[in-house]
């Protein structure tokens, strides 16, 4: 009896660990792939290499017109990295406010705040671009930053909102007693006791800037600011005659910083989608 | 006294506006200014070089009733929500139960299934993904061994969606997450009182799992018709970027970029935009008012 009890669990594993294997197929393959001569890429499908190489990653890091993947690599880092500065920032700024402080029209700016969550990017896009493009900022940084740094994406806004509820008010009022103002009690209360909804907050808006593809092909056409999303897209041909190994390679490097971070901060980034609903 | 409350709240209100600045800056001026901005340009003919020229509803109208692509686009877009949605959701569960039961590594099955999620967005796994369904691919590869042959997956436009939804169905796992932790959450004891009473697991699953989720399925539905309505990016990788083969990769916002940024007619591409946010709401809105028959909130908690 206890036999059989364990020998289905063993299965049960044993599909579990199988099905695992299969989704993680695909990665598993680009990885290999891109350690593999071009001409074997597509003849070879078994995982481990039967000829191992660099070449791939050595060609492919030179890019495209002269300009190398280091250069992609810096422009997507400044961007992801300005962004989540701006986004933990003013996304704190205005969390605390509407958490803690009582003001005229609250209750209708806190719903505005609350519609914008839902609002589709599509429907601002024309004439964001058009703002944008009024104040010549197309082919610049500008048009991915700014909005972070204006608080642009409330969903933030309501994950710090809701953890700063948690924190409980006597630390305000003690401090305000103390002789805390506003600014201080944001900076030496409310700012340290929030470091998990931040970190929650950069981690998800640094991938999501890495990943970024469409608002990035859209301002950005000028070569030397391409992105490394956009440089493994311009290395790709969909009519089939790219130099698949140099794709593959950098592709697999495009997901090394997303991969990094996930590793690091695993069971924080776990928690943090199993409590906002974060995708 | 209520006049001095109130004066009292105006220069509180002062600073409190000054944490908002930032926030308040971009409701304005990226938010709200261009939604109401969209809707007038959406009655425009604009192309970013003249000025607006006003045309009244004719947008409206010609998309109601002489565009081909809109509808073909909406059938694309409605077509891959359909079948992505549910199935996704449907994946998420099934594992999600399978992995709760108590069982041991639970963290790294939970990882492994994660990972998909993490990187499914990016343009690299699309062009995998586009290179693994391709006619000499490995997924052709792997049906050769049982002698089914398989057909061109991306070059066919009747197959190619369907590997643009395996691709969404693939990325189950932070859905997955979020069920784990809603399973977390229900009283082990309904369950030892269920088996007391002699229900059978799938009698438990259908009583007691799917009702005290229902909350957490409700969340994920709207999230995730929210979010497949605008995919963009694995169409316009694993297709060919201008809605090929034959329109069958023209999602809706693909033609509506097309429309704005290929043919400049942004007055028709902010039309389509608005076409979206009510089509969108109207979903949104369903599933609100249908959850009053199905999400159940046990015990007057709220479900999330």
């Not at chain 1, 280091?70 to 422009?75: A, I, T, V």
Request: proline share 4%.
């Amino acid at each position: 009896m206890a036999d059989q009890k364990t020998i289905f669990k063993l299965g049960k594993h044993g599909l579990i660990i199988l099905f695992g294997l299969l989704m993680l197929y695909p990665v598993l393959w680009l990885l290999s792939s891109s350690f593999k001569p071009n001409e074997l890429i597509f003849s070879d499908p078994g995982l481990w290499p039967a000829r191992f190489t660099l070449e791939n990653y050595v060609n492919g890091w030179k890019g495209l017109q002269g300009i190398s993947f280091s250069r992609f690599f810096l422009n997507s880092a400044t961007i992801s990295v300005l962004s989540v500065i701006g986004n933990i920032l003013t996304c704190s700024l205005a969390a605390y406010a509407f958490a803690r402080l009582e003001f005229r029209l609250k209750s209708v700016l806190f719903a505005c705040m609350l519609v914008t969550i839902m609002l589709p990017y599509h429907v601002l896009l024309i004439p964001q671009y058009i703002i944008f493009s009024k104040l010549d900022w197309v082919n610049t940084y500008l048009p991915l930053i700014v909005p972070k740094w204006l608080a642009h994406d409330s969903f933030f806004v309501l994950l710090m909102i809701q953890f700063i509820r948690g924190i409980p008010k006597e630390l305000d009022e003690s401090a305000t007693i103390d002789g805390c103002g506003q600014g201080q009690l944001y900076f030496r209360i409310i700012i340290p006791l929030l470091v998990p909804a931040l970190i929650t907050t950069a981690i998800f808006t640094f991938i999501w800037t890495w990943d970024d593809f469409f608002s990035q092909m859209i301002y950005l056409s000028r070569i030397n600011l391409f992105t490394v999303q956009l440089g493994i897209r311009s290395l790709y041909d969909p009519s089939g005659s790219s130099d698949w190994g140099a794709l593959l390679a950098m592709s697999v490097l495009s997901l090394v910083p997303i991969m990094t971070i996930f590793l690091l901060f695993q069971k924080h980034f776990l928690e943090g989608i199993a409590t906002t609903g974060l995708k | 006294m209520k006049t001095a409350h109130k004066s009292a709240l105006w220069r509180r209100s002062g600073t409190a506006y000054l944490f908002l600045l930032p926030w308040l800056i971009g409701f304005f001026g990226l938010t709200l200014g261009p939604m109401l901005g969209s809707f007038y340009l959406s009655l425009t003919k604009y192309n970013l070089l003249n000025a607006p020229v006003w045309l009244g509803f004719d947008n409206y109208r010609h998309i109601f009733t002489a565009d081909e692509y809109f509808y073909k686009s909406l059938t694309v877009t409605f077509k891959y929500v359909l079948f992505s949605v549910p199935l996704k959701m449907a994946f998420a569960l099934l594992v999600a139960v399978v992995l709760n039961k108590g069982i041991r590594a639970l963290g790294i099955y939970r990882t492994v299934y994660y990972i998909p999620s993490l990187l499914g967005g990016s343009v690299a796994i699309a062009i995998v993904w586009r290179q693994i369904f391709d006619g000499e691919g490995l997924i052709n590869h792997f049906l050769s061994w049982f002698g089914i042959e398989g057909p061109a997956w991306i070059a066919h436009p009747s197959y190619i969606l369907s590997t643009i939804v395996t691709l969404s169905v693939w990325q189950f796992g932070s859905a997955m997450v979020i069920f784990l932790a809603g399973i977390k959450q229900i009283p082990a004891d309904l369950y030892e009182a269920a088996q007391v009473d002699g229900a059978g697991k799938l009698r438990q699953f259908g009583k007691i799992t799917l009702p005290m989720l229902s909350p957490v399925i409700f969340f994920n539905l709207v999230m995730g018709i929210i979010n497949s309505f605008q995919v963009f990016t694995p169409g316009y990788v694993i297709g060919d970027g201008r809605g090929g083969p034959v329109n069958s990769t023209l999602f809706y916002t693909l033609y509506l970029y097309l429309k704005g940024f290929s043919f400049f007619d942004m007055g028709y591409a902010a039309a389509l935009a608005w076409i979206m946010l009510i089509i969108i709401g109207l979903f949104t809105s369903i599933v609100f008012v249908t959850s009053r028959f199905w999400v159940f909130y046990g015990d007057g908690k709220d479900g999330r």
